[in-house]
Nanobody, 117 residues
Framework: QVQLVESGGGLVQPGGSLRLSCSTS????????MGWYRQAPGKPRELVAT???????NYADSVKGRFTISRDNAKNTVYLQMNSLKPEDTAVYYC???????????WGQGTQVTVSS
């Protein structure tokens, strides 16, 4: 069974930082592109950042310059470093694994990020 285990969410003040982690299996990590998405209440899920097995990255315009996605191949883990957090970053953040050769994709359970004073 494919499992994406997320951690690192929480409550932070505006301007603060959080680092989200998503760990998966070696098999998935090697063959899938990884990404972070988020969903705020009443809004559709949106892409935040993605990273390929070649470490090519893409970011939503709203987080460019503030968020950084990275991979740790030894730990089969993808990270999302979130700096200069804003209240509009408040959402449930989901880890995603997407096959590069098939339509298969998998989602983590989500972790709540709340940016509030």
């Amino acid at each position: 069974q494919v499992q994406l285990v997320e951690s690192g969410g929480g409550l932070v003040q505006p301007g603060g930082s959080l680092r989200l982690s998503c760990s998966t299996s070696e098999r998935i990590f090697r063959l899938y592109a990884m990404g972070w998405y988020r969903q705020a209440p009443g809004k559709p899920r949106e892409l935040v950042a993605t990273i390929t097995g070649e470490s090519s990255t893409n970011y939503a315009d709203s987080v460019k310059g503030r968020f950084t996605i990275s991979r740790d191949n030894a730990k089969n883990t993808v990270y999302l470093q979130m700096n200069s957090l804003k209240p509009e970053d408040t959402a449930v953040y989901y880890c995603n694994a997407r096959s590069t050769i098939t339509p298969l994709s998998f989602w983590g359970q989500g972790t709540q990020v709340t940016v509030s004073s």
